[in-house]
């Protein structure tokens, strides 16, 4: 099981931007991939999840009215876009292959991280 995100960078406020899971070594029909976040100083939070089974699913209001996630099976790719972004959302995001084939925001079932990438909400 391989993840790399890639997409991460400095944003202004108000801005957008999307990040991509290239994903390996299994498929959507063996486990679904989430992205999670960990914030400065605070614990890793799930954000969104995809899964052949759930489909799309974003966990917390800024995720539900400002996150979009979607795959491409022909690329084994699951991007993260994320619109009006805002200085909170300065993090680490994470892409995960989760345990089972269904979502989950819990950290604790996750299968395998990748390695993060920095996204920078500041003017």
């Known amino acids: 099981v391989q993840l790399v995100e890639s997409g991460g960078g400095l944003v202004q406020p108000g801005g957008s931007l999307q990040l991509s899971c290239s994903y390996s070594?299994?498929?959507?029909?063996?486990?679904?991939i989430g992205w999670f976040r960990q914030a400065p100083g605070k614990e890793r939070e799930g954000v969104s999840c995809?899964?052949?089974?759930?489909?799309?699913?974003y966990y917390g209001e800024p995720a539900k009215s400002r996150f979009t996630v979607a795959a491409s099976y022909r690329e084994n790719t699951v991007s993260l876009r994320i619109i009006s972004l805002e200085p909170e959302d300065t993090a680490i995001y994470y892409c995960?292959?989760?345990?089972?084939?269904?979502?989950?925001?819990?950290?604790?079932?996750?299968?395998?991280w990748g390695q993060g990438t920095q996204v920078t909400v500041s003017s």
């Open positions: 070594g299994f498929s959507l029909d063996d486990y679904a």
């Open positions: 995809f899964s052949d089974i759930d489909g799309s699913v």
């Open positions: 995960t292959a989760m345990k089972t084939k269904r979502c989950d925001g819990d950290s604790r079932a996750v299968r395998s």
